[in-house]
């Protein structure tokens, strides 16, 4: 077989040309997959869990606080006492589901609202009125003493 100078040349600079491609996509890439931005969750049975270790419980006010402003927290958590028994308490993300605004409990109706665009959620952070369609992120919460106390993880 004999080939013209031209034809090699063309031959070599598109054999290395494929041969960059995969090194190309691979600069390109970012690493993530589609499903690394869902959490993962473990699966557990009933027989799994433990009972809570007091350790893994946060103090995020003083119940004190909780009954002279109605709610307690930061911008992970919010407590408020539990409409149907008000010697517990209910806590929640407050971040709505809707836009990521921070909600606000509203003690005289009894439930959570958002101030962008007037989602509300009941107090165990399900959707009362849209925009919003996905329900508020619930955590256990508990009062120890003068303590509000929540497992956020």
Known sequence: MNMQRRSFLTYLGVSWAASCFPLVLSACDTGAKKNDAEPKVAASSPADKKPADPASFTVVGTVADLDKTGSVGNKQVLVVRDPANKSKVVAVNPTCTHKGCAVQWKATENHFECPCH?????????????????????????????KVMVKLA
């Open 118 to 146: 007037d989602s509300d959620f009941a107090p165990d952070g399900k959707v009362l009125k849209s925009p919003a369609t996905k329900p508020l992120a619930t955590y256990t919460a508990k009062i120890e003493g003068d």
